[in-house]
């Protein structure tokens, strides 16, 4: 599907669905405890079906309602089992150790770009505790039954692989340390993990890096919890928002969240954005928009949609240490660089970022999307600081992370 975006800045107000980070983790942890849990959850994307998909696979439960989810744990070991996991990494990363956990033989089918991206040191890791891992084409066999005691993993390469071992580790019969080394990458996601299973009431210990988790532990989350929204999907508002005078409000987020990408608003303020919060709304306008250097270290999901304000602020814009942007769904370095170039915009790429050189406006013109749902979105909201149309090739894949997307695109108002 091609989607035909109009020229110009918006205004209006958008409610964005539920994060999808946080739903992962929660059903997770629901999937695994011992009572019934219904979760609110606004939005069912495909990441977030692809979770449910995988843990109904291993003797879960989890049927969709009028209001989000309702999730009935796992009885017992299920048959070797195949999990369809789409092109989600989360859903995957996470529940690697999660199987080998609790001991249960599966095979994850990976479609799109999956099967080529990393699992490396976790892959490893795992193996040396007690599981085999094995790809064969788009299926990934495990099997085995992780052992309890000292892991080590780094922190800069995904911290989704610190999540699935701190979700797995409680399940073990015996108590586990994890100490994640050097420096750590979106630790706010972490955080986000240790927030599920501290409301899950799984207990640990932890002294800088280094976690001590006891054993023989299992899930009990309340019986009824509400996803929160999730921020960034609303990036692509805000930074629409950064570039219309009368500006876009975003309702529903929580100021409050640890969601990593809320730092968008931080970094929006730096860049010259107006904002106004309120108690349940924020509203971004655009201000004086000046470039600035960005290190993407914490906040790489970010990237793409922020080097469309870039294009559109004066001066020029660095952005750094935003290599792993490289094995995503798309090299996002070259894909972001490429679609916004194919809309007229001043941009080279560097090992681990990304140079801007800003303008009053972009041309506009025809992107693609890469199969890549925040190129789709990004390229979007180009258009809110292009002259002409932008066409966005292959806009279908917003529904990875963002089903409706395109519906609330068009519900706002474009300014004349």
Known sequence: MNKLVTPGARRGSVTVPASKSQ????????????????????????????????????????????????????????????LPCGESGSTLRFLIPVLGALGQSGAFRMEGKLPSRPLSPLKELCCEKGMTIRAEGTLLHCAGQLRPGDYEIPGDISSQYISGLLMALPLLPGDSRLRVTGNVESADYIAMTEDALSASGIRW??????????????PALPPELTVERDWSAAAFFLVMGA???????????????????????????EFGAEITEGPACITVRRGQLRGLTLDASQIPDLVPVLSVLAAASEGETRIIRAGRLRLKESDRLETTSAMLRALGARIRETE?????LGSPALAGGTADAAGDHRIAMSAAAAAAAAE??????????????????????EALEVMA
């Open 205 to 218: 210990e932890k002294e800088g890096w280094i976690y001590r988790i006891p054993g023989d532990q299992k």
């Open 352 to 356: 681990d970022g990304l140079v801007i």
């Open 23 to 82: 739903a992962h983790r929660l059903l997770i942890c629901a999937a695994l405890g011992t009572e019934e849990t219904r979760i609110r959850c606004d939005g069912i994307s495909d990441d977030i079906a692809a979770t449910v998909r995988c843990l109904n696979a291993i003797g879960a439960d989890i049927r969709e309602t009028a209001e989000g989810l309702l999730v009935r744990p796992r009885t017992g070991p299920a048959e070797a089992a195949e």
């Open 243 to 269: 570039m219309s005078p009368a500006g876009i409000t975003l309702r529903g987020l929580d100021a409050a969240s640890r969601q990593g990408d809320k730092r968008v608003l931080s970094i929006l303020r």
């Open 388 to 409: 002409s149309a932008v066409t966005v090739l292959g806009a279908e894949c917003v529904k990875k992370s963002y089903p409706r997307f395109w519906e609330d695109l």
